[in-house]
């Protein structure tokens, strides 16, 4: 459990009246690391790094992926899953959208069924990137889920998957060819999982980020989305997701 969060649970279940975003108060900090001496020695040996491109090569960086902060674009809960080769139609097929219900989805139309279904994020989207199509879902997870991961990755076919949950752990999952190489929560990156846990790493370094350390990574959403990038070679930018695209609910075999 992340740090952050584990303060802001306790400090919850101690009535100190702590939000789930922002920052966390000085005292309640304080008063957390007085009340759990092991966690503070823990996080005495937690470095928080920043990562960058220290050598520019003209391939994606975090500061690309800045504008994923700004909540309008996106939102505290986030899953976009970049899937190499199929067309916009077959992933929102293989995420388990009917044909006949695909059609044209604005973002207004996403907000109004998250209203209509107390942010039950059921719709997903479809941009088309070229060699790779990328899913979109605000408030949803479908793309991290082990059964939609082999599906859009089966028969050689490569997917990538970053997702952002503001009130639990974020997300990043690298699978091939139905297996998944490697995965791990990207503001900690050196606790890694998958039959190919090492898969990754040198793009981790290209990006200033240690894989063998057990750092805090600071901007750590931007810098999984530049990883994606990196190896993909696709960039999403905010112009993507101000039109209507291909899109629809969930609703088999998946969903439910």
């Given at each position: 459990?992340?740090?952050?969060?584990?303060?802001?649970?306790?400090?919850?279940?101690?009535?100190?009246?702590?939000?789930?975003?922002?920052?966390?108060?000085?005292?309640?900090?304080?008063?957390?690391?007085?009340?759990?001496?092991?966690?503070l020695a823990a996080a005495d040996r937690i470095e928080l790094v920043r990562a960058t491109v220290?050598?520019?090569?003209?391939?994606?960086?975090?500061?690309?992926?800045?504008?994923?902060?700004?909540?309008?674009?996106?939102?505290?809960?986030?899953?976009?899953?970049?899937?190499?080769?199929?067309?916009?139609?077959e992933v929102l097929r293989r995420f388990g959208v009917a044909p006949q219900d695909i059609g044209p989805l604005t973002d207004d139309d996403v907000d109004e069924r998250l209203q209509a279904t107390d942010g039950h994020g059921d719709l997903v989207r479809a941009v088309d990137l070229g060699e790779w199509t990328v899913a979109v879902e605000?408030?949803?997870?479908?793309?991290?889920?082990?059964?939609?991961?082999?599906?859009?990755?089966?028969?050689?076919?490569?997917?990538?998957?970053?997702?952002?949950?503001?009130?639990?752990?974020?997300?990043?999952?690298?699978?091939?060819?139905g297996q998944v190489l490697t995965s791990f929560n990207p503001e900690f990156p050196g606790n890694r999982e998958g039959v190919a846990p090492d898969h990754l790493d040198e793009h981790l370094r290209e990006l200033g980020i240690d894989p063998a350390a057990d750092d805090q990574i600071d901007n750590h959403l931007p810098a999984a989305l530049a990883l994606v990038s990196r190896i993909s070679g696709a960039v999403l930018t905010p112009a993507h997701l101000s039109k209507p695209l291909p899109g629809g609910r969930v609703t088999a075999p998946f969903w439910g």
């Open positions: 459990m992340e740090l952050s969060r584990r303060i802001r649970e306790w400090g919850r279940a101690q009535g100190l009246g702590v939000s789930d975003r922002g920052l966390i108060a000085s005292h309640v900090i304080d008063a957390f690391f007085a009340a759990n001496p092991d966690a220290r050598e520019p090569d003209g391939r994606a960086t975090p500061d690309d992926y800045a504008w994923q902060d700004d909540l309008w674009a996106l939102g505290p809960i986030y899953t976009l899953t970049f899937v190499q080769h199929p067309d916009e139609r605000k408030y949803g997870w479908q793309g991290l889920r082990p059964e939609v991961l082999l599906e859009l990755s089966r028969d050689g076919g490569r997917v990538i998957v970053v997702s952002r949950h503001d009130y639990a752990n974020h997300h990043f999952a690298y699978a091939a060819d």
